[in-house]
């Protein structure tokens, strides 16, 4: 073969491999409008999805929609079933359901491992009502410096270049999908609150389910929003395991209509300055910031309304 002849080809290899790095990456957006136009890679909707199960080698994960939200099983494992983190497992069902088929890449079984879309790589199943298929999809890597990886559909060979990680949002560690919802109530069913501890005072809600300081004192209305938001969507940071609970600190009982109670009992500061949380909503012992555990057990005179009370004027 003449050098002649090796250069042209060379020249060929290094332009088609400029071209489809070109395509993946999509420096400039020229296919954006194009790639948001093109038909999806799945042909349903995220709504329809009962049940994701994520299998990657021997490792398998199985996330279930309820009444409620997402569980989460890992098979064998002895800590069963799981609340799962919603809004986590719903982006990435909604990343899934986005993906199109713009770009294809490659469509020859043989170059398969390039990109890490083989039958053993990184599989996702996701079923309707009654366990009907409604797509099965192989993640593979990241494309490296776009925004952009690669996904086949199981029973397809044609690999696409999709916008985003799809395998990076279900191969993160397992507590990431877990529900870190400490207590998760409606401010309009509190009745009443009773927090002991570094600080103690009680909450009662009136006829028109406005909470107030019990016994009665005037009560700044502001201090009370802020304080019910921070209480009822209360979220812990991660997992506590540690055999040692750090010591008692305090304990907040909210009563709903219908004489439900929720019990949230704080331990600490650890010795990274954090509090953990165990509540009766809670799979198991959660870490909360410092700030949130301190705003969470204020002075009694902190919640009281200041406006109406005298200005003192000193002596002359």
Request: glycine fraction near 8%; proline fraction near 4%; hydrophobic fraction near 35%.
């Amino acid at each position: 073969m003449t050098t002649e002849r090796k250069n042209t080809i060379l020249a060929g290899i290094t332009g088609a491999v400029f071209l489809l790095a070109f395509l993946v990456n999509d420096p400039f957006l020229l296919f954006e409008s194009s790639y948001e136009k093109s038909k999806p890679l799945i042909s349903s909707k995220a709504d329809r999805v009962k049940r994701v199960t994520v299998q990657d080698g021997a490792n398998k994960r199985i996330f279930t929609r309820t009444t409620e939200g997402w569980s989460l099983e890992i098979p064998g494992n002895a800590m069963g079933v799981q609340r799962a983190d919603t809004g986590k497992v719903e982006t990435g069902l909604k990343n899934l359901f986005e993906a199109r088929r713009y770009q294809e890449v490659s469509s020859n079984k043989e170059k398969q491992g390039e990109y890490e879309v083989r039958d053993q790589d990184y599989q996702i199943l996701l079923e309707g009502e009654n366990g009907a298929k409604i797509a099965h999809l192989v993640l593979g890597k990241f494309s490296g410096s776009g925004n952009a990886s690669f996904v086949r559909l199981g029973d397809e060979t044609s690999v696409f270049a999709v916008k985003g990680f799809l395998r990076g949002d279900w191969n993160q560690d397992v507590d990431q999908y877990r529900d870190r919802a400490i207590l998760r109530i409606a401010k309009e069913n509190i009745k009443e609150i009773f927090v002991t501890g570094k600080n103690t005072f009680t909450l009662r809600a009136d006829a028109k389910g406005i909470l107030t300081l019990d016994p009665a004192r005037a009560t700044d209305k502001n201090r009370i929003a802020t304080y019910t938001a921070d209480l009822t969507d209360l979220n812990g940071v991660r997992f506590y395991k540690d055999a040692q609970m750090p010591p008692a600190y305090g304990k907040i009982k909210v009563v709903l209509n219908g004489n439900i109670a929720r019990e949230i009992e704080f331990f600490g500061p650890t010795k990274d300055q954090e509090f953990v949380a165990r509540g009766s909503d809670a799979a198991a012992p959660l870490t909360v910031p410092k700030s949130k555990v301190e705003a969470l057990f204020p002075r009694a005179d902190d919640l009281a309304d200041k406006g109406g009370m005298p200005q003192l004027v000193p002596n002359k």
